[in-house]
Nanobody, 115 residues
């Protein structure tokens, strides 16, 4: 069993930046893919970005050029740097670890973009 704990959420004005961090309770194999998802009120959870064990990153079209995902296998962490935030980025953000057919989820961290 792996536990994921997110941090770094909060309230930010449009155009601002936030950095989310996720730390795993146990060692993450370097081959495992990790990602970030988000869920806005009344909407389904959606994929924001994911990063392979080799460091290849993929992004949803809505965040390309604004968000950057990174990982540190030695520290068992995956981060999401969010720049040029928009009100539509408001959501609960969840860290995910994909291990075979199982996805582990963090508890989520709230990001609110509002003036």
């Amino acid at each position: 069993q792996v536990q994921l704990v997110e941090s770094g959420g909060g309230l930010v004005q449009p155009g601002g930046s936030l950095r989310l961090s996720c730390v795993a309770s146990r060692s993450i194999f370097s081959i495992e893919t990790m990602g970030w998802h988000r869920q806005a009120p009344g909407k389904q959870r959606e994929l924001v970005a994911f990063i392979s064990g080799g460091g290849t990153a993929n992004y949803a079209d809505s965040v390309k050029g604004r968000f950057t995902i990174s990982r540190d296998n030695n520290k068992n962490t995956v981060d999401l740097q969010m720049n040029s935030l928009k009100p539509e980025d408001t959501a609960v953000y969840y860290c995910a670890l994909y291990r075979g057919t199982i996805t582990y989820w963090g508890q989520g961290t709230q990001v609110t973009v509002s003036s």
